[in-house]
């Protein structure tokens, strides 16, 4: 971490891989055009459904190769900011009472790319039933050993959950390094409650400094394979069945990226705009014919606070 805070994200270049060209992997269209090149990667935009994704590119098999002992180490060094963020990321959705009050909750709670565990953790010390699933190996043992929460050393298919079994569902900064994100929040849906919550948190490619960096926006590396704004993330989840609750940005300037009065601004500016760097959303699985709205177990989700720590956010 740089003084300022800033984190560097973590990228690899592609070594021993076969990169191959695939239809949209959104809504399977072959038609896109050239959106941004970098090293390592290109990325292409669907014609028919918007979606960004990197054309070609490497199978999930290979990618998840990329996640090792070196991606292992950067987590570790930086998952207290990350935690900070994914507290922030969580405030900012209406899932703070357990966070910040110590309410004491029953559900359970899954989170996909747990990384070293840290936010299933604090959510086990305030009552919540937690699982992590990590394909980083070394950081899901790291996660089981150090805080003793249980995490699935593998993809979210193949740790194969039972249906209906969680409250909420959660994936931070994870959704962009999927080859098939459809397949991936499908499953989500079916093993959540029907009632229950999704939360996703991603790069937002519609932000303000998406368009103005393009290929320098620091998300436009080689590990995303797929990149969504607002319009898109809210497609691929309701596709899948979910109903979009909200969805929340945040970021106007990267830490470092300019003066610091300029990024305060710009942080302030972007948020109520919808166009922050960031971009978080809570979807509901839909509460089945002859239920009640789920509620019971503990916890709502409520409208963030009007005064939001802007300083933390980039
Ligand atoms: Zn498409």
């Not at 090149?37 to 999930?60: D, H, L, M, T, Y």
Request: aromatic letters at 10%.
């Amino acid at each position: 971490m740089s003084d300022d805070g800033a984190v560097r994200t973590f990228s690899t270049v592609p070594g021993n891989e076969s990169p191959e060209r695939m239809p949209c992997p959104v809504c399977g269209t072959k038609d896109s055009s050239l959106l941004l090149r970098i090293p390592g990667a290109v990325f292409e935009r669907c014609r028919s459904c918007k979606v960004v994704f990197q054309n070609p590119r490497s199978s999930q098999e290979e990618l998840n190769q990329r996640y090792g002992r070196e991606y292992f180490e950067y987590e570790l060094e930086n998952e207290s900011q990350f935690y900070r963020l994914m507290q922030l990321a969580l405030h900012d959705i209406g899932f703070f009472p357990h966070i910040d009050r110590r309410e004491s909750a029953s559900g359970e709670f899954l989170d996909v790319g747990c990384a070293t565990g840290m936010l299933l953790e604090s959510l086990a010390d305030r009552g919540w039933s937690v699982q992590g699933v990590e394909v980083c190996r070394e950081s899901a043992e790291y996660g089981a050993q150090t805080r003793g929460v249980p995490i699935h050393a593998g993809t979210l298919e193949s740790a194969a959950f039972s249906a209906r079994r969680f409250t909420v569902v959660h994936a931070s900064h994870l959704i962009e390094h999927l080859t098939d994100p459809v397949g991936f929040v499908e499953e989500l849906y079916r093993i959540v409650i029907p009632g229950g919550y999704l939360i996703l948190t991603t790069p937002n490619i519609g932000g303000l400094q998406a368009r103005l960096l393009g290929e320098r926006w620091r998300s436009a590396i080689a590990d995303h394979i797929v990149l969504f704004r607002k319009y898109t993330l809210k497609q691929l989840v309701e596709r899948a069945g979910f109903r979009t609750e909200r969805i929340k940005t945040w970021g106007g300037l990267a830490a470092g990226a300019g003066p610091r009065f300029l990024k305060e601004i710009l942080d302030r500016l972007v948020k109520p705009v919808g166009i922050g760097d960031v971009m978080v959303l809570l979807a509901r699985r839909p509460p089945e014919e002859g239920e009640n709205e789920y509620a019971g177990r503990g916890f709502t989700f409520r409208n963030a606070r009007r005064r939001v720590r802007f300083e933390a956010h980039r």
